[in-house]
């Protein structure tokens, strides 16, 4: 698509903004009953408005279907990144999609206030982070959100809206377009309980939707990716390509301490933890 100067940006913000603003006054005007919804002028009036709008935004940012899994995906506005990227939405359909860029610059409010399960895992990663113990764990905890909540419809429904069956269908639906192996499902089923737990304490709910799912209930669509124990073993070749490797990387860099860690690993079979204990009275002759 054609790259927008900034003052021609400028043009097509402003001219959303109006056309926002237009629809949601229409909108209005009939919650309060000032305009009839029955009305054929009307209903002209908001469909036009809502084509404009789709239009206008199809001219500033990216709109595509994927041809792997027939999601839509779009961008919405987001100041830390120009136009055509921003800020990503998926959704199911094309209508599901075109509602959310209408529902995002006419401003329409929803009709309840309650957080979505995202707000709410939100709140909980931040007491949640402070309890890891490491930036890996944090890593590991924002890489499973991003994988299965983050662009999702379940992501986005209202915390009381999430219920067994809901909870249900997304695991079994995510597991059949991700092609999900059982450790991948319990990352998933533990994320949703963690969250969910936080939304009881908050008493933003008063049931526990998860209290009766279990692992197994799902492990059957899993797809199995059990190694076997030559894949997951490294071959003796590979091993003295490993060793090579490292000869080479003291040699540029001798002070760069990990990869001693590495050939000590190699070496003894000790893991990273174990690494990290080891002391010199530990090794004795028969070592």
């Keep these: 698509m054609k790259k927008l100067d900034t003052v021609e940006l400028q043009l097509h913000n402003h001219a959303l903004e109006v056309l926002g603003n237009s629809l949601k006054v229409l909108l209005e005007n009939i919650k309060v ?6 009305s054929a002028y009307v209903q002209s009036q908001i469909d036009m408005g809502k084509k404009q709008i789709i239009k ?13 899994n027939n999601l839509w995906f779009t961008y919405l506005p ?12 998926k959704r199911t359909t ?3 999609l075109n509602n ?28 949640k982070d402070l309890k890891l113990p490491s930036v890996n764990s944090i ?6 959100f991003k994988r299965f909540f983050m662009y999702s419809e379940f992501g986005e429904l209202p915390i009381d809206q999430v219920n067994e069956n809901t909870i249900t269908v997304f695991i079994l639906e995510t597991i059949k377009d991700k092609k999900l ?11 949703i309980r963690l969250t969910i737990r936080h939304a009881r304490i908050e008493k933003l709910i008063t049931t526990n939707p998860v209290e009766f799912l279990e692992l197994k209930d799902f492990t059957i669509m899993c797809v199995n990716t059990e190694k076997t124990t030559e894949e997951k073993q490294y071959t003796d070749d590979e091993v003295k390509q490993m060793l090579a490797l490292l000869e080479v990387e ?35 002759e028969n070592s």
């Design 33 to 38: 009953d000032i305009l009839d919804s029955n």
């Design 56 to 68: 206008k935004h199809k001219e500033i940012y990216r709109y595509w279907q994927s041809e792997t």
């Design 78 to 89: 987001r100041e830390d990144i120009p136009p055509p990227k921003g800020k990503l939405v």
């Design 94 to 96: 094309e209508e599901k």
């Design 100 to 127: 959310a860029i209408i529902n995002h610059y006419a401003k329409i409010e929803k009709a309840k206030a309650t957080p979505s399960f995202n707000d709410v895992s939100e709140c909980m990663r931040k007491v």
């Design 139 to 144: 890593s590991r905890y924002d890489s499973d």
């Design 181 to 191: 192996c059982r450790d991948a499902v319990k990352k998933m089923l533990a994320y």
């Design 250 to 284: 003291y040699s540029k860099r001798p002070d760069y301490i990990p990869n001693y860690a590495i050939e000590l690993a190699i070496y003894t079979g000790m893991r990273v933890g174990e690494l990290a204990g080891l002391k010199w009275e530990d090794i004795g």
